[in-house]
């Protein structure tokens, strides 16, 4: 009897566990909103617009700010800066810092003292008008060392760090580098960065971003734990779905390319701490990087669709740039439905 009695109660339990196993995949997998539902923002539109009380009204979760190092970190020590710290504490939302940095960790006038810290261009020459040599040891500690000082400078709330090559430029071709993209010459430099910002932030992540001319995934440089996988689909339309194969770009490519790119790269980065940085919001696309801002042409079908493209690979966090929405802006075109309707359908979302 007495072991007819522990047969039922394991198998109950048993049972229990599997219910549980269940729950906790469906939890895992499916059904819920994304992590993160974020926005990238300018210093200018964070000095101007309200974005913290926004962020909250709209279901955002995380604010990004941009675009250079110094610009933020200006804009971090001004008293503006502390009350949008202080703001975004208040209403819970995380704050991150998405940063055009290369040129700011490698400073250019280090040229004359070290010309070999810096890239070297299809002609031989070295060069300081972009990046660096990912090959140079004292190139990667000047860059580690500085990433860290920014990082103790402009802290992240959700631990994510994100010190990006410089803006679509070319990379190094040097003997050494030469073989290694240019996502396998970033990942070099990130991984060296992670070392040193975690000396202070144990719990730092740092960003590989694929994008431009890094999308393709990197073969030959493996990721160090806590690096993550940044995926911006700039050569997209916006008008039609990221599954579109018939959404050309200039001759460049299509919707769908980006898709493969994503899926390559999840190959070799974690998922589940990949972070997607489109476009939806980009009213600075949309004006052709030029103010004054034109209304932003928002497609909500196209962003739906996107998330639920985005799901079904496994993506969890999720932002957008959504530059030049500064108080200028909101005065000129003060209607928010493409703000309600980005936060609702992120917070909202539920997977089939
Ligand atoms: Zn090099």
Not at 218 to 238: N, S
Request: charged residues 25%.
């Amino acid at each position: 009897m007495r072991i007819m009695k522990r047969i039922r109660l394991d198998i109950s339990r048993a049972a229990l566990t599997v219910v549980a196993l269940v729950a906790l995949t469906a939890c895992g997998r499916g059904g819920g909103q994304f992590t993160m539902r974020g926005a990238v923002l300018a210093t200018e539109d964070l000095e101007t617009a309200d974005w913290p009380r926004l962020a909250h009204e709209m279901g955002i979760n995380t604010l990004g700010t941009h675009i250079t190092p110094d610009q933020v970190l200006r804009f971090w020590q001004s008293e503006r800066g502390r009350r949008f710290e202080r703001d975004c504490r208040r209403y819970g939302i995380l704050v991150e810092h998405e940063l055009h940095a290369m040129s700011a960790l490698l400073p250019r006038s280090l040229f004359s003292l070290d010309s070999t810290m810096f890239r070297m261009d299809e002609h031989g020459r070295r060069t300081a008008d972009f990046n660096c040599c990912a090959s140079s040891a004292r190139a990667l500690d000047t860059i580690a060392s500085r990433a860290k000082w920014y990082a103790q400078r402009l802290p992240a709330t959700n631990h994510r760090y994100y010190f990006w090559l410089d803006d679509g430029a070319p990379v190094c071709h040097c003997p050494d580098c030469a073989e290694l993209t240019p996502s396998e010459q970033a990942l070099m430099i990130e991984n060296r960065m992670l070392d040193s910002i975690r000396t202070s932030d144990p719990r730092a992540m740092l960003a590989h971003l694929a994008y431009y001319s890094s999308l393709e995934a990197p073969r030959h440089v493996t990721p160090r734990e806590g690096i993550f996988l940044e995926f911006a689909p700039f050569q997209r339309r916006l008008d039609r779905p990221l599954t579109d194969s018939l959404a050309e770009v200039a001759g460049i490519g299509c919707n769908a390319r980006n898709l493969e790119y994503l899926r390559q790269n999840l190959e070799v980065f974690p998922v589940e701490t990949a972070v997607v940085l489109d476009y939806w919001l980009d009213v600075s696309m949309a004006s052709g990087w030029k103010k004054p801002a034109v209304e932003l042409p928002w497609r909500g079908d196209v962003f739906r669709a996107d998330l639920a493209t985005y799901a079904a690979q496994g993506i969890r966090n999720v932002t957008s740039f959504a530059v030049y929405m500064d108080s200028a802006y909101f005065a000129a075109y003060p209607d928010k439905t493409c703000l309600r309707e980005y936060g609702q359908a992120l917070s909202q979302f539920r997977r089939p």
